[in-house]
C-alpha cells in the first residue's frame, strides 16, 4: 500500500547507507535511480544519494567491482565519491536506508543524537532496505570482503528492493 496520496505526493528524497559507500550503498544510489527512471518516469525524486557510517573511505570512487557489475546492467552514467554520514542529512532526507541490521543500528542512534537539533522540521525515516524484498528482514550482505559474485547477488537484490520500495511509496507501478 502507497505510503503517500496522490494530492500530496511531492519530491522524495533517499538517501542509501552503508558501512564505507564502496560498494553496497553506491550500488543501491544507481539502481534506485534507474529503477525509478524506468518503473515511474513521472515520479519526482529531489535527491538520491548515499553515504557510510565510517569515514574509511572519503573521497573514493566506488569499488571498480561495483562499477562494473552495474556497467554490465546497462548502468553506464553513474559516478560518484564516497562520503561519511552526516548529522544533517537527517533532516535533508525523507528516507535513510539501511543495507544492513549494523547500519540500521548505528542509523537509529545518530537519528536520536538528531532528533534535539531539529525544532520545528522532520526526520528522516530510517528503514532496512532489504524490508522493501520478500522478506522482512534480508540484509545486503558485504560483498567487498569476496568475490565477484557477491556484488552479483547485491545488485539482484537492489533490483528487488528498489521496486519494492517504489510500491510502498508510491503504489503499483507509481499510479497512486
Excluded at 71 to 80: K, T
Excluded at 91 to 100: E, K, L, P, S
Excluded at 133 to 141: A, D, L, T
Aim: with cysteine; glycine share 8%; proline share 4%.
Amino acid at each position: 500500500m502507497s505510503t503517500r496520496s496522490a494530492a500530496t505526493q511531492s519530491p522524495i528524497s533517499v538517501l542509501f547507507v552503508c558501512l564505507g559507500n564502496i560498494c553496497r550503498s553506491p550500488m543501491a544510489e544507481a539502481v534506485f535511480r534507474h529503477a525509478v527512471h524506468k518503473q515511474s518516469p513521472d515520479f519526482r525524486i529531489a535527491t538520491v544519494d548515499s553515504a557510510g557510517t565510517s569515514g574509511y573511505n572519503i573521497g573514493n570512487d566506488p569499488d571498480e567491482r561495483t562499477m562494473a557489475v552495474l556497467e554490465e546492467n546497462g548502468i553506464v552514467d553513474y559516478s560518484h565519491e564516497a562520503r561519511k554520514i552526516k548529522i544533517s542529512d537527517f533532516t535533508c532526507f525523507d528516507y535513510i536506508v539501511a543495507m544492513d541490521q549494523s547500519n540500521l543500528r548505528d542509523l537509529r542512534a545518530l537519528r536520536q543524537r538528531a532528533a534535539p537539533k531539529v525544532t520545528g522540521g522532520k526526520l528522516a525515516r530510517v528503514v532496512l532496505f532489504g524490508d522493501y524484498g520478500n522478506r522482512k528482514g534480508e540484509e545486503v550482505i558485504d560483498p567487498w570482503y569476496g568475490d565477484r559474485h557477491g556484488f552479483e547477488v547485491a545488485y539482484e537484490q537492489m533490483i528487488r528492493f528498489s521496486h519494492g520500495f517504489i510500491e510502498a511509496v508510491l503504489g503499483p507501478r507509481g499510479e497512486k
